[in-house]
C-alpha cells in the first residue's frame, strides 16, 4: 500500500477530496517524524508504538570480501504492534 492507496481509501470513505486527503496524511506523517526526530514515542491505541532507538557501534564482514568492518552507531525507527493488531493480523 503507498500514500496515494491511503489518500484514495480516505477519499472513498470520508468524502474529502483528494488534495485534502492528501493534506491530511501528509501533515500526520510530518506531526509523527517530529516526534520520532525529538525522541519521543509514537503511541496509537489499538495499533502500537513507534520509537527511536540507538545502536552501538558494532563488527561487521563484507560479504564479497570477507573483509572485517566496523558498523558505525546509528539510530533506528522500531515498531511494536499492540495486542489488538497483532490479533486483527493473526485471524
Aim: no cysteine; hydrophobic share 35%; proline share 3%.
Amino acid at each position: 500500500m503507498t500514500k496515494a492507496d491511503i489518500v484514495a481509501q480516505i477519499y472513498e470513505k470520508i468524502g474529502l477530496s483528494k488534495r485534502e486527503a492528501s493534506e491530511i496524511l501528509e501533515i500526520v506523517l510530518s506531526i509523527m517524524k517530529g516526534t520520532l526526530k525529538d525522541g519521543e514515542t509514537v503511541k496509537i491505541a489499538g495499533f502500537g508504538n513507534l520509537s527511536v532507538r540507538k545502536k552501538g557501534a558494532r563488527k561487521g564482514r563484507n560479504p564479497k570480501s570477507g573483509e572485517e568492518i566496523e558498523i558505525t552507531p546509528r539510530k533506528v525507527v522500531t515498531f511494536k504492534p499492540s495486542v489488538v493488531f497483532k490479533g486483527s493480523v493473526d485471524h
